[in-house]
């Protein structure tokens, strides 16, 4: 009598099976992972540009239309206004910024970085050690001044 061999799955081709599945996987999870954690990278960096792009147009208009600028060290920058109390502008150690002017609740931007300025004539110096570049903001009327204009 003549055996034959059923044809089928043998034990070990179905874990073979299973181990292939499971690497597949762990892989797609690892992937997921990496995939979550870079989006969540993309949101602050985005989130950071944004407070520091919105920090940055209150601070140009402040510097903008003040006649005169003074810095109490490099953390302190006081703009003066016509005609009421001047605005002043504080930088922490921890990187936020904050915006102090009469009759205005204090504004904070959380920007990461820690920020200096630096009063040099008519221009402030918005300096942070994270980035090479400083940005320069010019006062219009200390500058119009300076050069004996109205």
């Known amino acids: 009598m003549k055996r034959t061999r059923l044809g089928g799955l043998v034990l070990m081709d179905m874990m073979i099976s299973v ?3 499971g690497a597949a996987l762990s892989f797609a999870v690892a992937l997921i992972r990496i995939t979550l954690r870079t989006d969540h990278g993309i949101a602050d960096a985005q989130w950071m540009a944004t407070n520091a792009d919105a920090a940055l147009s209150v601070l140009r208009q402040d510097v903008w239309r003040s006649p005169a600028l003074r810095s109490d060290g490099d953390r302190e920058l ?5 005609g009421s109390a001047p605005i002043h502008w504080s930088a922490t150690e921890s990187g ?8 205005e609740p204090p504004r904070i931007w959380q920007l ?3 920020i200096t300025f630096t009063v040099q004539g008519p221009t402030v110096d918005l300096n942070a050690p994270s980035d090479p570049v400083a940005v320069t903001l010019v006062s219009q009327r200390a500058l119009l001044a300076r050069k004996g204009g109205s």
């Open 19 to 21: 181990a292939l599945v």
């Open 96 to 103: 936020a910024l904050r915006r102090e002017a009469p009759g």
């Open 112 to 114: 990461g970085p820690q």
């Open 78 to 82: 006081w703009l003066e206004t016509a």
